[in-house]
């Protein structure tokens, strides 16, 4: 993508928006569902599979915040279904962003298909956001200096996997975006940064493997089970793209059923990019919440890795609260990770499930970090 920025809106203004992430944030909540007619009759199973066949419909009219993009609304109208009986619902979203001078709008599809053994997910999106930039590296993210920054973006994505053994899936993703940046070059030397003036204005396209592997028993609330991605996308100028690079992006995520009421979960992140990269699509430290409490672009680099372990208490029959902590880093390499400062939050939130039939919850979050803190609202959980 030109910008991870715009992904982040993507993602927690329309996956975490509804899923994924998303990457919306702040809550006043609103429901319209199917849930609540006469229960039909018949044997567990056939209860089960009936109720997998609904449609839910969630509007959620979102006061954000978050330290990127400030105060603002969104609004998300989603809808869960299963037309086909797969191991996972369908999901249709569109969201609509607006805080201070920044919006942004997208529309986002996830299906299963073939009997569980194709899965596809598309998003597209167009941001005009009011962003700090910060310069790159994690001193010129430690100093907090920052200068404006506008940047409009539009483009989508496209990923395809395919079951080659159980829970394992293998496919590849497609990415096309055209990004514009706004900068008042003179300030620069303010955040001892420099920015190639082609990098202001690019399109960058991309195609690359997929690979996931997911054995978690539910997609929205997982309580046991692992899921892993990993994506490595090629961006070239044969597939439209301005400029020739690598990214490399991994997760791994792990959920231990404690008791009938807690679940513990853990995550690991990581980001590596190489070739001629434009800083708008440098590895971003707390992207898709790695980690909650900081800014996303005021640490930037080529390398990024994160861990962040959680704790989620169902205390109600739709409440629930959440403890969590991580550590990461940031740096010009891999190698170089373990000399760099480690950079950790902690903070707490509460859930509240929007829809009982597909276990989606809204979430809020606090977290701090040793020079600030946020608050996150958004749709599902944050891994």
Request: net charge positive; proline share 4%; hydrophobic share 40%.
């Amino acid at each position: 993508m030109p910008s991870r920025i715009v992904r982040h809106v993507v993602w927690m203004g329309l996956l975490v928006l509804l899923y994924v992430p998303l990457a919306c944030l702040a809550q006043s909540e609103t429901q319209m569902t199917t849930e609540g007619l006469a229960a039909p009759t018949g044997d567990a199973s056939q209860l089960h599979d009936e109720k997998k066949g609904k449609t839910s419909f969630v509007v959620l009219p979102i006061p954000q915040s978050n330290p990127a993009l400030g105060t603002g609304l969104t609004i998300a109208g989603l809808a869960f279904y299963n037309p086909n009986q797969s191991e996972r619902p369908w999901v249709t979203g569109v969201g609509l962003m607006k805080a201070g001078s920044s919006k942004a709008l997208g529309v986002f599809q996830q299906a299963t298909v073939m009997d569980n053994r194709l899965r596809l997910m598309g998003a597209l999106v167009y941001a005009d956001l009011d962003l700090k930039f910060y310069g790159v590296g994690a001193d010129a993210g430690e100093r907090g200096n920052s200068i404006p920054m506008e940047q409009v973006g539009a483009g989508g994505m496209f990923q395809a996997l395919y079951k080659v053994a159980d829970h394992w899936f293998v496919g590849a993703r497609y990415q096309n975006l055209k990004l514009t940046s706004t900068v008042d070059l003179s300030q620069l030397p303010l955040i001892g940064a420099v920015i190639p003036q082609a990098d202001l204005k690019r399109r960058v396209a991309s195609l690359g493997p997929a690979l996931e592997y997911d054995s978690r028993d539910d997609s929205f609330y997982p309580t046991s089970g692992t899921s892993a991605k990993v994506n490595l996308n090629f961006f070239g100028s044969r597939l439209g793209s301005d400029s020739d690079f690598r990214q490399l992006t991994a997760a791994w995520n792990r959920y231990w059923p404690y008791s009938n009421s807690l679940v513990l979960a853990a995550r690991v992140s990581s980001c590596a990019v190489g070739g001629d990269v434009p800083f708008t699509n440098l590895c971003m430290y707390g992207m898709s919440n790695d980690l909650r409490g900081y800014s996303t672009g005021q640490y930037r680099d080529r390398a990024m890795l994160a861990a962040q372990g959680e704790a989620r208490w169902r205390f109600a029959p739709r409440w629930g609260a959440v403890a969590f902590a991580g550590v990461g880093a940031i740096g010009p390499s891999f190698s170089d990770l373990l000399q760099q400062k480690a950079l950790s939050s902690i903070g707490a939130g509460v859930r509240w499930q929007a829809s009982k039939e597909y276990k989606v919850n809204v979430s809020l979050d606090v977290a701090f970090t040793k020079k600030d803190h946020a608050v996150y609202l958004y749709v599902g959980e944050a891994f």
